[in-house]
């Protein structure tokens, strides 16, 4: 497989990309909030976030505006391993993320629960800076990167999807890099609402 996806120029920057005002957490107040559809709803402060097994991994970074940068480590905690401990519903198909500041982006449970998928609080070794999402961003580097929420504070789990922020704005409602689905041409096709109807 190639390793741009089609439409991407590769810099050697690390451009940052906020929309509005970047909103300042300290380590001390950030929570994580996981709700929603799960049995068992729990928040996360960041000395937990700490405590649970960390990995490392360094992936490219795809923003839907054409810049690609390659090879970003980070290090954070699966969101996999909360989801788990979160016990999502059998009916939860999708997730709106949060963000403080009032950021929202949507997502597939599956999407949310690939291995490479962190709350990431470490870049290149350091902890996360304060306009790269610092304290915690969420890190989906299989999707555009309007998808890693920076400061983020809740996943929500639903059995519908509900477009975030850039998806209602007319971003595509998944975001997938190597298809090229940056905007939303047409209504969503209902083939990808087949979440909706795994219900068991
Ligand atoms: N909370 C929040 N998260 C966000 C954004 C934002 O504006 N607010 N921008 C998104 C977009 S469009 C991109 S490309 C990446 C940029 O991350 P960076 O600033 O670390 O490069 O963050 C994403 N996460
Ligand atoms: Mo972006």
Known sequence: MERIPPGQIVTERFPILTYGEEPRVAP??????????VEEP???TYAELLALP??????????????SRLDVTWRGVR???L???ARPK???VAALVHAYGGYTTNL???????????LAHTLFGKPLPPERGGPVRLLVPHLYAWKSAKWVRAIELLDHLELG???????????DPWREERFQEGPIPAASLRFRSKKT
């Open 79 to 81: 969101v996999k391993d």
């Open 108 to 118: 597939l449970l599956e999407d949310l629960l690939r291995e490479d998928v962190l």
């Open 90 to 92: 059998p009916e939860a």
């Open 83 to 85: 989801l788990e401990r």
């Open 165 to 175: 922020f850039w998806e209602r704005m007319g971003y595509h409602w998944r975001g």
């Open 42 to 44: 729990f928040a996360l």
């Open 28 to 37: 001390e107040a950030w929570r994580l909030e996981v709700g929603g559809l």
């Open 54 to 67: 960390q990995v490392e991994l360094t992936r490219d970074f795809h923003c839907v505006t054409r810049w």
